[in-house]
């Protein structure tokens, strides 16, 4: 499996405290058959997106980046971001590059919990418009999508693919958002399933339980492309075969 959405690299966000706790988290994923991580840690999309913070993530990767090659565990660790984008900031501000995934033309963006769908609709289509393939972080979770999840419909028929948390589906965020994940896989709207993971307790980068839990209710064949065919896809930078165009 692969896992898209992990906040392993170490001591930049509320993820990882320490180049060891993002071992430990490296080790636990390859016990669970992930064969490649995306460190995706948050970065809000505004004017204090500067070189210095951008230069405080490039060092973590490389800190990261030796000690998994250093290891022998048999993960393999690509960068990219988990971008928030907030309502007062510009969808797109001139001469700041956006934040991709593993070097590719998809992003990960998320957006505060109660945002409100419009703002949400018309930043994604601007991100679009500039040739950016937004994935939607666990939307799920948004007040707007559970309240009404024809949003949710609308955006995967836009070509914005839908990351749906792995713990979601089980109720570890909540009713609400257990009832719209399961909403979502049983109209296979969701283009991928990952960890979010963000430490050693709670949210790991155990994936194997949840998918497979997961493929007993929606399928083997779809829960595959989740974790599997879809990542592989971002990766090669090549279309998704659900949830994007």
């Not at 995967?156 to 909403?183: E, H, V």
Request: hydrophobic share 45%; with cysteine; net charge negative.
């Amino acid at each position: 499996m692969i896992d898209i959405h992990c906040h392993i690299l170490p001591g930049v966000d509320d993820g990882s405290e320490s180049t060891a706790v993002s071992m430990q988290m490296a080790a636990m994923a390859a016990d669970d058959a992930i064969t490649d991580i995306i460190a995706t840690p948050h970065v809000t999309w505004d004017r204090q997106l500067d070189a210095a913070r951008m230069e405080q993530l490039g060092l973590a990767e490389q800190e990261l980046r030796l000690a998994l090659a250093q290891s022998g565990l048999p993960v393999r660790c690509h960068f990219g971001a988990e971008v928030l984008l907030a309502e007062d900031d510009p969808a797109l501000l001139p001469g700041i590059p956006f934040p991709r995934m593993a070097g590719t033309d998809y992003a990960l963006v998320e957006f505060f919990f109660d945002e409100r769908a419009d703002y949400m609709t018309s930043a994604l289509e601007k991100i679009a418009a500039a040739g950016i393939h937004p994935i939607v972080a666990h939307p799920e979770r948004y007040d707007a999508a559970q309240r009404d999840r024809k949003l949710l419909l609308a955006w995967a028929q836009a070509g914005f693919a839908l990351q749906i948390n792995c713990g979601s589906p089980g109720g570890s965020f909540g009713r609400r958002a257990q009832k719209t994940a399961r909403w979502m896989l049983e109209r296979q709207a969701a283009a991928f399933v990952a960890s979010d993971a963000h430490g050693l307790g709670g949210r790991t980068t155990k994936l194997r339980a949840p998918v497979q839990a997961l493929a007993k209710d929606y399928g083997t064949q779809y829960l595959n492309l989740l974790t599997v065919e879809n990542p592989r896809r971002l990766l090669a930078n090549a279309p998704l075969a659900v949830g994007a165009k």
